[in-house]
């Protein structure tokens, strides 16, 4: 699938690349290519920037799941 751009602004689709804890997951569990990957990690980056991902977790309240908020 040939992807151009990666809206940070689509949190349903960057959802898939980070953990419970909202860490990037690495390539090899993603699958993405090289390119990819780097789409996805500046989108996450700058969807961090406009808080609209937190940048941690409090690890006495860890969320069940952090986007039942994202339809």
């Not at 602004?9 to 980070?18: A, E, R, T």
């Not at 969807?47 to 039942?68: C, G, H, M, S």
Request: glycine share 2%; hydrophobic share 40%.
């Amino acid at each position: 699938m040939k992807v151009d751009f990666i809206d940070y602004k689509d949190l349903g689709l960057l959802k898939f690349s980070l953990s419970e804890r909202f860490k990037i997951m690495p390539r090899r569990l993603t699958g993405n290519c090289k390119r990819h990957q780097e789409l996805v990690t500046v989108s996450i980056k700058r969807a961090r920037q406009t808080a609209l991902i937190p940048y941690i977790v409090d690890r006495k309240n860890v969320v069940e799941n952090p986007f039942e908020f994202v339809k």
